[in-house]
């Protein structure tokens, strides 16, 4: 699994027999105050780290700050890893390499004919809203139900129930935004 940003990827198991969803991996979202991020962004030419007081209650994240080159404005980004920042995150230690991980789906293989393998790839627009839990729980029980709607109307309807939590004309730009990506495959049976 490649995975860069604040976008997350998830697997996850639902059983036909029990019902239960169970999450067996997850990416982390890549912020500039994880420790080996900040070290990378401190270190330099243009970036600090920015940790807002009280960000576990207010759920404001941390932000990699850059002044503009040739001005006196500054700019923020809540991400220490992007594709397409621009040179002045670049030169702020934000990089486009993403994080690789190895999920071995072999022992999951085997359980195919109780088990359904999954997995999601959701932007923060969505897991800044709904938990990572209720998201795999929502997919994977449409997936065991035997429900009628497939897997693009079950993102749809996920979709629009997360922009009826937005609070900003932002949730419009990031639904053209993500719709595309889920009618190309983001969402997908491993199985």
Request: proline share 5%; net charge negative.
């Amino acid at each position: 699994v490649a995975n860069v940003g604040d976008s997350r990827t998830f697997i996850c198991t639902a059983s036909r027999n029990t019902g239960e969803i169970e999450i067996i991996y997850e990416s982390r979202p890549d912020k500039p105050n994880l420790p080996d991020e900040a070290a990378r962004i401190e270190a330099s030419a243009n970036g600090a780290v920015y940790n807002p007081p009280n960000a576990d209650i207010t759920g404001e994240s941390s932000r990699v700050v850059v002044t503009m080159p040739g001005s006196a404005s500054m700019q923020a980004l809540a991400m220490s890893r992007s594709i397409g920042d621009g040179k002045a995150f670049q030169d702020a230690g934000v990089i486009p390499n993403p994080i690789l991980d190895v999920v071995d789906l072999k022992p999951y293989a085997q359980l195919a004919k109780d088990k359904i393998v999954f997995a999601v790839a959701a932007s923060d627009g969505l897991l800044d809203r709904f938990d990572i839990d209720d998201v795999a729980w929502y997919i994977g029980s449409a997936m065991i139900s035997g429900s009628d709607l497939n897997l693009l109307t079950l993102c749809e309807q996920l979709i629009l129930e997360c922009s009826k939590k937005w609070q900003t004309q932002n949730s419009k730009l990031l639904m053209h935004m993500i719709f595309p990506l889920l009618q190309r495959g983001c969402i997908f049976s491993l199985f």
